[in-house]
């Protein structure tokens, strides 16, 4: 193939153009049953802010993340619980490993795409030594399984409701049981 000026900027152009549509697109990452590249970028963006690089939070600020998404995912109803602390985000406090928190989680409903937030369910499922302690029979979040609950209009205050309805902070408060 005989390449011309032309045809070079025409490439140039194109690979540009893939470029800045991966960029506005994360989507598009590679997605696994652990969450994948997207999981990954997702919480490294959005979620470890808070959480920290390694889940471990800011004691008495921001929870640790590790272990406690396993125990909430062992309580029933927890699957729709996780979509929507996700989406909507959670105020209230909470008891997490014997430590009291009370700040505002911010929902991502305007931020991530329903393939990203399951995927970043996904990655923290798997993280910080958390895949050790998921059930053998444990199902990766989809994009599908989030898009449901996405547009209900609840608050942060309405999801920490749930948690109570749940009793989610029965199986992540204590600290020494």
Same mark, same amino acid.
């Given at each position: 193939?005989?390449?011309? #000026?032309?045809?070079?900027?025409? =490439?140039?152009?194109?690979?540009? @153009? ?12 590679? /997605? ?8 990954? =970028?997702?919480?490294?963006? $959005? ?7 390694? %889940?471990? %939070?800011? #004691? ?8 406690? #998404? ?6 029933? %109803? ?15 406090? @909470? ?7 009370? /700040? ?15 995927? $970043? +369910?996904?990655? $923290? ?22 898009? #449901?609950?996405?547009? +209900? ?5 309405? $999801?920490? !409701?749930?948690?109570?309805? +749940? %009793?989610?902070? !029965? ?7």
């Amino acid at each position: 193939m005989h390449t011309t #000026p032309r045809t070079t900027l025409r =490439t140039l152009g194109l690979a540009a @153009v893939l470029a800045f549509g991966a960029a506005l697109l994360p989507s598009a990452l590679a /997605q696994g049953a652990d969450g994948g590249e997207l999981g990954e =970028t997702t919480y490294n963006t $959005v979620c470890m802010a808070c959480h920290q690089m390694d %889940g471990q %939070g800011l #004691p008495g600020v921001y929870p640790s993340i590790i272990g406690n #998404p396993v125990r909430i995912y062992g309580v029933e %109803g927890s699957r729709e619980y996780l979509a929507k602390l996700m989406l909507y985000g959670l105020q209230g406090e @909470v008891n997490i490993d014997g430590a009291t928190y009370n /700040q505002l989680m911010t929902g991502q409903e305007m931020v991530l795409d329903d393939a990203q937030i399951a995927a $970043v +369910l996904n990655y $923290v499922m798997h993280a910080f030594g958390n895949a050790d302690a998921l059930p053998e029979d444990y199902e990766p979040f989809t994009a599908e399984e989030i898009a #449901p609950y996405r547009g +209900l209009g609840l608050t942060a205050a309405d $999801v920490y !409701a749930l948690r109570g309805e +749940l %009793g989610i902070d !029965a199986v992540t408060a204590p600290a020494n049981e």
